[in-house]
Nanobody
């Protein structure tokens, strides 16, 4: 199957913003939801946010709620993660993936992982 593709990462100062993009395919027929996960060196991969494709229902990890926003664009087959008020602890490689299990926050339920994009928050 086609691999998802993340972009938009880079270096940003504490308190700044970044917008990550995830290019998907065969929406909405192949997947029920698209999720973002992140992994820092030495840490487990953790759930960040998800959006269901058909209705746009969202869910967030407590650590990012109120700062991050996930949206999907059906016309462009894109999912975006808007990250505001960034902190040093947000530094990680960010991945997107898709699942047929609606509402799942477990990485094992997701497939077609992208290559990841590095987000580094300084100071």
């Amino acid at each position: 199957q086609a691999q998802l593709a993340e972009s938009g990462g880079g270096l940003v100062q504490t308190g700044g913003s970044k917008r990550l993009s995830c290019a998907v395919s065969e929406r909405p027929f192949s997947s029920a939801a698209v999720g973002w996960f992140r992994q820092a060196p030495g840490n487990e991969r953790e759930f960040v946010a998800l959006v269901t494709w058909r209705t746009g229902t969202t869910a967030y990890a407590d650590s990012v709620k109120g700062r991050f926003t996930i949206v999907r664009d059906k016309d462009k087959n894109m999912v975006y993660l808007q990250m505001n008020s960034l902190k040093a602890e947000d530094t990680a490689v960010y991945y997107c993936a898709e699942t047929v299990i609606v509402g799942s926050t477990h990485s094992v339920d997701y497939d077609n992982w992208g290559q990841g994009t590095q987000v580094t928050v300084s100071s």
